[in-house]
């Protein structure tokens, strides 16, 4: 699967995108604001992550979209989003990103959400998109509120950094398909 906006593709992991996923994860500044990603990371943990997207991406109904964040410029992947637990019935699914440190900061991430949020609501037909983050991460919790989230409460102690082992608070946001619609009409 391909999704494409100004400045990225974003498509399905394969197995060239190693290299730079190894390269971009292994940065402790990017992996202790994420649940499950080890550090350091290496060659065996980007493997195990390469074989079990290709695993995902052949279920049916699929439940979970992991997307590559490529740079059209530089041809390479830079990034992750995840569209994951997808359910058909409820009409819900929650989101999930990251980016390499050298680029923060340029707006790909909020490009790239912008894109996924319409993939869910067009494509997938769902009703509502969830999003969460760590209390002490500003980055993401600014750039959920830019892109339209609306803050729903707090999780205490919900998450646990597989990077660092610490235990953290959790802000929960929420996006309806309505709320999409007028946001999209004022911003896009
Ligand atoms: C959070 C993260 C994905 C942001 O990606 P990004 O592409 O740099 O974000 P954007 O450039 O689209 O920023 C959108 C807005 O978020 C806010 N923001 C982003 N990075 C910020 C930072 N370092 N400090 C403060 N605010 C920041 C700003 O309000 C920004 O808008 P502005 O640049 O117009 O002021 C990136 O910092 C990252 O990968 N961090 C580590 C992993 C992570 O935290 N993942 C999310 C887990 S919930």
Known sequence: MKLTTNRLVIRDYEKRDIPSLIENINNLEVSKNLLLVPHPYTLKDAQ???????????????????????????KKLVGGIALNKVDDFNG???????????????????????????????????????????????????????????????????????????IHDLYIYGLLKEEWEKFKDLKL
């Not at 997207?53 to 490529?70: G, I, N, Q, S, V």
Request: hydrophobic share 35%; charged share 30%.
């Open 92 to 166: 819900t699914a929650e989101i999930g990103y990251w980016l390499g440190q050298s680029y923060w900061r340029k707006g790909f991430v909020s490009e790239a959400v912008k894109e996924i949020v319409n993939f869910g609501f067009e494509k997938l037909k769902l009703r509502r998109i969830d999003v969460c983050a760590w209390t002490k991460n500003i980055a993401s919790n600014e750039l959920i509120k830019k892109t339209g989230f609306v803050y729903e409460g707090m999780r205490r102690q919900a998450a646990r950094s597989k990077a660092t082992g610490s």
């Open 48 to 74: 195990w992550w390469i074989n079990h997207c290709a695993e995902e991406m052949k279920k049916k109904p699929r439940t979970t979209y992991d997307f590559a964040l490529e740079l059209k410029s530089e």
